[in-house]
C-alpha cells in the first residue's frame, strides 16, 4: 500500500506540473504563432503563414510610434529611478539614521499598500495643478515615484554587500563620497543596478493605467494603451493586428532581460540586515 500511494503521489505531481506548463506554454505558443496566421484566432492552430498581419500593423498611424513612446517613457523613468535610489540606498546603507529600518519597511509596506489605482485621484489632482496633463514628463515622473520604494529597498541590500574598506582606500587619496559612488560603490552593486533596470522597465512598458488618465493626445500615447484602440469597424478585436503587434511589443523586454541577464546575471537579496 505504501508503494501504491507513492506512485500514485509521484504521478500526481507530474500530472500538476505538466498541466503548469501547459497552462503558462499555450499564451506563449499563441504569440509566437498567430501573428504569422492568416487568419488568426482565440485558439491555438498550426498557422497558415503569411506576413499580411505585419502589413497591417504598419498601415496602423500610430503602433509604432507608440513603441517608441513606451522607449521614451520607460528609459527615462529606469534613470530616474537608477539615480536616486542608488544615491538614497547609498546613504541609508553607510548613515546610520534612528529609526532607518523602520523608515525603509514603511516605505515599502506602503507602496505596496497605495497602489497606483488608489492614488490615482490625488495624482490627477497633482498633475493638473503642476499643469502636466498630456505631457510624458508627467507620467514618468508619477511612475518613477511608484517605483523608488521598493528600488531603494532592494538596492540598500547590494550596497551593504560593498566593502568598506575600498571606501577607506579611495577617501585616503582624496576621493569625493559622489566619486567613491561612483567609482567604488556602482561597479560592485552592478548586478543590483541591471535588476532594478530591467525590473523599472518592465513595470512601466505594460502600465496602461497611469498613462491613460494623464494623457490625451494619440501622437504621445505609448503601446499599453494603443493596444486598447485595435478594433475594426464592427467593434470586433482586430486580432491580425493585435497578435502582430503583441509580437513586436514583447520582443523589446525579452532582449534586454537576456542581454542583461547574460552580463550581469540576477541576484535577489531582498530584506534589510541589521
Not at 20 to 27: E, H, N, Q, S, T
Not at 227 to 249: C, H, K, R, V, W
Request: hydrophobic residues 55%.
Amino acid at each position: 500500500m505504501a508503494f501504491v500511494r507513492t506512485a500514485l503521489g509521484r504521478i500526481g505531481r507530474f500530472v500538476f506540473i505538466g498541466f503548469v506548463i501547459v497552462f503558462f506554454a499555450l499564451p506563449v505558443l499563441w504569440l509566437v504563432s498567430a501573428p504569422f496566421d492568416r487568419a488568426p484566432a482565440l485558439r491555438l492552430s498550426v498557422p497558415e503563414f503569411t506576413l499580411d498581419n505585419f502589413d497591417v500593423l504598419l498601415d496602423n498611424p500610430f503602433a509604432m510610434q507608440s513603441l517608441g513612446n513606451s522607449l521614451i517613457i520607460s528609459l527615462s523613468t529606469m534613470a530616474i529611478v537608477l539615480v536616486l535610489a542608488s544615491l538614497a540606498s547609498y546613504a541609508l546603507s553607510r548613515v546610520r539614521v534612528p529609526g532607518r529600518d523602520m523608515l525603509l519597511y514603511s516605505l515599502l509596506l506602503l507602496s505596496s499598500i497605495v497602489t497606483g489605482t488608489a492614488a490615482m485621484v490625488p495624482t490627477f489632482v497633482l498633475i493638473t495643478e503642476l499643469n502636466l496633463i498630456d505631457t510624458q514628463l508627467a507620467v514618468v515622473l508619477v511612475m518613477a515615484g511608484g517605483l523608488l520604494p521598493a528600488a531603494i529597498f532592494i538596492l540598500k541590500d547590494f550596497m551593504d554587500n560593498t566593502p568598506r574598506s575600498y571606501e577607506e582606500s579611495a577617501r585616503v587619496y582624496g576621493a569625493s563620497s559622489l566619486q567613491i559612488l561612483r567609482h567604488v560603490v556602482v561597479p560592485i552593486a552592478r548586478p543590483g543596478l541591471a535588476t532594478i533596470a530591467v525590473w523599472s522597465v518592465v513595470q512601466v512598458w505594460g502600465n496602461f493605467l497611469v498613462p491613460f488618465i494623464l494623457l490625451r493626445t494619440p501622437d504621445k500615447l505609448p503601446a499599453a494603451v494603443v493596444m486598447f484602440t485595435f478594433y475594426t469597424e464592427g467593434g470586433q478585436p482586430n486580432l491580425a493586428l493585435i497578435s502582430a503587434f503583441s509580437l513586436l511589443f514583447s520582443v523589446p523586454v525579452v532582449l534586454l532581460y537576456l542581454f542583461v541577464n547574460r552580463r550581469y546575471g540576477f541576484r535577489f537579496y531582498g530584506g534589510i540586515k541589521s
